[in-house]
Every structure is written in structure tokens, then in C-alpha cells.
């Protein structure tokens, strides 16, 4: 019979839970707090909650959360929590530090029966907040049409030569890593490269999508021992919403390449905007080590993808017609033309008419206030 625990974060209003002095608190302490050993729980929409098992003591003692005073504010301030919800159950250490006690107590509910000590292989969406849940996703797409075959091939053959040698990685003392960043204008197939990419790793390995630029800023490291010994795939679609989000990048370059990285992991990015991103993220091997250009579909690739779509030749006008235009457009133009059965001519010129209003519209916006492009 298995065994139900129910857990929530809440802070409660004891004032006499955690009384602690400066002296009591010791590194090690905090360290013991962070490294506790973790088990993943199915919840009831079958994501995954992967909590420390000290939450599980008979004892019920309360977890105790480290966090810089300012640290602590900048929270506030964002919303994340309010000083109202924690105010009787902070403790401060020395003039910096303060304390925040958490319950097991909660809405939540895990049964011992649908506990895991690692992760099914898989495709998840990844959030952390006070504890890790991952939600299990499909990659939702159109048919895959092989448009880059030399940087699929070269991508393919990055990721198996990493996986293959782990052991040399040993032998060399280095973490078993790797990074890999493709970038290009919007709509040119950089999602389409990587979902067909990760569909055929996704049962060798649990790939996390990461959503939220917080998520480098949690407790992501105290994570990492619970998958030991699994390949793990950490993805980010535009990555300036981690470089220009509001948590900096300290943590996050500590992820990529230091004192947080990941042992057996890989992370691949994608991005619009590579001159907004820093040159000690992409002029640096050991962060990303391969970057890869999807251009604008040359004359060739415009006459593959659209003779796959419409069915037919495609003559040399229409060739000319669409010079420079993205692989979005080019499905735009078969949709109009093979599924709302509108005129060629039309569709090109509406489309051509479009182009020219986001040019005078749009680029000078996107010019002067590209610090907050994200998507």
C-alpha cells in the first residue's frame, strides 16, 4: 500500500519554528540543505514533482531557505512572493542573509506508489518553484522536410560523437558536456532542425524545455545528482530571454560552464537576435561549443520546399519572385494558394505589400528598443 504525503510551500505565522543564531548557521549546513537526496512524484496530471525526501521526515521539521537580503527583495518586487506572506517567518543571519522556513503542509498530494529514484527518458517542460516539476510535452510540428541537410548532419554527428565518449571525457577530467546554438532570422527552420533533432533522442534521454528565465536563478544545481547517470537536454528557444531577462547572467554562466554545470548534459539554444547576445556566452567554447547559421532559403531550397508543398514544378518567375524570403513565407504562400485557393499573383503581391509595411513599421522600432526582443 502506498504511502501519501501531502506538501505545499507555505509559510506560516510561528514565530518560535525557527529560532537560530548567526553562530548556528554553518556552510556545511546550508550545503546539507541543498544536496538532500530527491525522489520524483506523479501528480495527477502525470507531470513530475522531483522534491527532497527531507521533506518526508517523521519529524516534520520545517525545510530552511538561504537567501540574500537583496535577493530576497528584488523577489518582492517582481512578485514572486510578498513580504506580507513570509514576515513572521524570517530570520535574519548577520546584516546580508535571511531565513525562510517552509512546511509540509499541502495541497499537493503524492503517493509512494507512483514514486520514482530517476526520470523516464522523455520530452518535458521545465518549472521550478520551491521544487522542480516537469510536465511531460509532445513536439507539435509539420511534416520534417530536410531543407539543411549539411548542418542537420553536422548536428547529428556533434551529439553522437559527445555521447559516444563519455569515457575519454573521464579520462580527460573534464565534465561530459556540450552546447550547441543555432541562430538566423526568424521563420528560416532553426525550431524545425531541432525538434526533428530532439524526436530522435527523446528515448535516450530526459529533455527539459526551459521556459522561464528564472529557472537558471533557482535551485537548479541542487537537482543535478538526481539524474546521475542519465543524459540530460536542456532547451532554450531564444536565448536573449535568459540574457536579457530581469535575474542577470551570473548564474547562468555558472550553469553553461562552472561551479553549476551539469555532468552528462547538453544544452541547445536557438536564437533571432545574435548581436544582442554577450560575447562571453558566444565567443566562448566550453559554453557553446558548435554555433550553427541557418541562412534564408537559398534558389534551391525554395524550389525543394515548394515543390513539396504545391505538388508540382516550380517555374523559374516564381523562383525569382520570392528572392529572400523566409521559409514562413514560403508556407505562407502555399496556403494561400494550395488551400484557400487564391490566385498566385495575388497572394505574391499581398505578401510583397506586407513585407514592405513591417520594414517601414516595424524594423526601426525593433532598431531602437531591441533590448527588449525576446521572441
Same mark, same amino acid.
Given at each position: 500500500?502506498?504511502?501519501?504525503?501531502?506538501?505545499?510551500?507555505?509559510?506560516?505565522?510561528?514565530?518560535n519554528a525557527l529560532q537560530v543564531s548567526d553562530d548556528k548557521i554553518k556552510k556545511k549546513d546550508i550545503t546539507d540543505l541543498e544536496s538532500d537526496p530527491k525522489k520524483a512524484? @506523479?501528480?495527477?496530471?502525470?507531470?513530475?514533482? !522531483?522534491?527532497?525526501?527531507?521533506?518526508? +521526515?517523521?519529524?516534520?521539521?520545517?525545510?530552511?531557505?538561504?537567501?540574500?537580503?537583496?535577493?530576497?527583495?528584488?523577489?518582492?518586487?517582481?512578485?514572486?512572493?510578498?513580504?506580507?506572506?513570509?514576515?513572521?517567518?524570517?530570520?535574519?543571519?548577520?546584516?546580508?542573509?535571511?531565513?525562510?522556513?517552509?512546511?509540509?503542509?499541502?495541497?499537493?498530494?503524492?503517493?509512494?506508489?507512483?514514486?520514482? $529514484?530517476?526520470?523516464?527518458? *522523455?520530452?518535458?517542460?521545465?518549472? !521550478?518553484?520551491?521544487?522542480?516539476?516537469?510536465?511531460? !510535452?509532445?513536439?507539435?510540428?509539420?511534416?520534417?522536410?530536410?531543407?539543411?541537410?549539411?548542418?542537420?548532419?553536422?548536428?547529428?554527428?556533434?551529439?553522437? #560523437?559527445?555521447?559516444?565518449?563519455? $569515457?575519454?571525457?573521464?579520462?580527460?577530467?573534464?565534465?561530459? $558536456?556540450?552546447?550547441?546554438?543555432?541562430?538566423?532570422?526568424? *521563420?528560416?527552420? $532553426?525550431?524545425?532542425?531541432?525538434?526533428?533533432?530532439?524526436?530522435?533522442?527523446?528515448?535516450?534521454?530526459c529533455i527539459l524545455f526551459v521556459k522561464n528565465d528564472n529557472v537558471f536563478n533557482a535551485e537548479l544545481f541542487s537537482y543535478r545528482d538526481f539524474f546521475t547517470g542519465q543524459?540530460?537536454?536542456?532547451?532554450?528557444?531564444?536565448?536573449?530571454?535568459? #540574457?536579457?531577462?530581469?535575474? /542577470? !547572467?551570473?548564474?547562468?554562466?555558472?550553469?553553461?560552464?562552472?561551479?553549476?554545470?551539469?555532468?552528462? +548534459?547538453?544544452?541547445?539554444?536557438?536564437?533571432?537576435?545574435?548581436?544582442?547576445?554577450? *560575447?562571453?556566452?558566444?565567443? @566562448?567554447?566550453?559554453?557553446?561549443?558548435?554555433?550553427?547559421?541557418?541562412?534564408?532559403?537559398? @534558389?534551391?531550397?525554395? @524550389?525543394?520546399?515548394?515543390? +513539396?508543398?504545391?505538388?508540382?514544378?516550380?517555374?523559374?518567375?516564381?523562383?525569382?519572385?520570392?528572392? *529572400?524570403?523566409?521559409?514562413?513565407?514560403?508556407?505562407?504562400?502555399?496556403?494561400?494558394?494550395?488551400?484557400?485557393?487564391? /490566385?498566385?499573383?495575388?497572394?505574391?503581391?499581398?505578401?510583397?505589400?506586407?513585407?514592405?509595411?513591417?520594414?517601414?513599421?516595424?524594423?526601426?522600432?525593433?532598431?531602437?528598443?531591441?533590448?527588449?526582443?525576446?521572441?
Amino acid at each position: 500500500m502506498g504511502i501519501k504525503v501531502k506538501f505545499r510551500f507555505k509559510f506560516g505565522t510561528n514565530r518560535n519554528a525557527l529560532q537560530v543564531s548567526d553562530d548556528k548557521i554553518k556552510k556545511k549546513d546550508i550545503t546539507d540543505l541543498e544536496s538532500d537526496p530527491k525522489k520524483a512524484f @506523479r501528480l495527477k496530471d502525470d507531470s513530475w514533482a !522531483i522534491i527532497s525526501t527531507s521533506f518526508f +521526515s517523521k519529524k516534520r521539521e520545517p525545510a530552511i531557505k538561504v537567501l540574500d537580503a537583496k535577493d530576497f527583495a528584488r523577489k518582492c518586487k517582481r512578485g514572486e512572493f510578498t513580504y506580507q506572506d513570509f514576515k513572521h517567518n524570517l530570520l535574519p543571519i548577520g546584516n546580508r542573509k535571511i531565513l525562510i522556513e517552509s512546511w509540509d503542509d499541502s495541497d499537493e498530494e503524492f503517493d509512494g506508489k507512483n514514486s520514482m $529514484k530517476s526520470m523516464p527518458c *522523455g520530452l518535458y517542460e521545465l518549472e !521550478i518553484n520551491g521544487w522542480m516539476r516537469l510536465k511531460p !510535452i509532445k513536439i507539435n510540428q509539420d511534416q520534417y522536410l530536410e531543407l539543411n541537410e549539411d548542418i542537420s548532419n553536422q548536428i547529428y554527428a556533434d551529439i553522437e #560523437t559527445f555521447i559516444q565518449n563519455k $569515457k575519454r571525457y573521464e579520462e580527460m577530467n573534464v565534465l561530459h $558536456k556540450r552546447g550547441i546554438l543555432l541562430y538566423g532570422s526568424a *521563420g528560416n527552420g $532553426k525550431t524545425m532542425i531541432l525538434n526533428h533533432v530532439l524526436e530522435h533522442y527523446k528515448d535516450m534521454a530526459c529533455i527539459l524545455f526551459v521556459k522561464n528565465d528564472n529557472v537558471f536563478n533557482a535551485e537548479l544545481f541542487s537537482y543535478r545528482d538526481f539524474f546521475t547517470g542519465q543524459l540530460v537536454i536542456f532547451v532554450v528557444e531564444e536565448l536573449t530571454q535568459i #540574457t536579457h531577462g530581469g535575474y /542577470g !547572467i551570473g548564474k547562468f554562466l555558472s550553469f553553461l560552464d562552472g561551479q553549476e554545470s551539469w555532468n552528462d +548534459s547538453l544544452f541547445i539554444a536557438t536564437t533571432n537576435y545574435p548581436e544582442l547576445l554577450p *560575447g562571453n556566452i558566444v565567443d @566562448r567554447p566550453s559554453r557553446f561549443d558548435r554555433i550553427f547559421k541557418i541562412e534564408v532559403p537559398d @534558389r534551391e531550397t525554395r @524550389r525543394i520546399f515548394l515543390e +513539396s508543398f504545391l505538388k508540382e514544378e516550380c517555374n523559374t518567375d516564381l523562383l525569382d519572385q520570392t528572392e *529572400g524570403y523566409s521559409i514562413a513565407y514560403l508556407k505562407e504562400i502555399c496556403i494561400q494558394t494550395h488551400i484557400m485557393q487564391r /490566385g498566385l499573383s495575388e497572394v505574391l503581391k499581398e505578401i510583397q505589400n506586407r513585407k514592405d509595411e513591417v520594414s517601414k513599421n516595424f524594423a526601426d522600432c525593433k532598431k531602437e528598443d531591441n533590448d527588449d526582443i525576446y521572441v
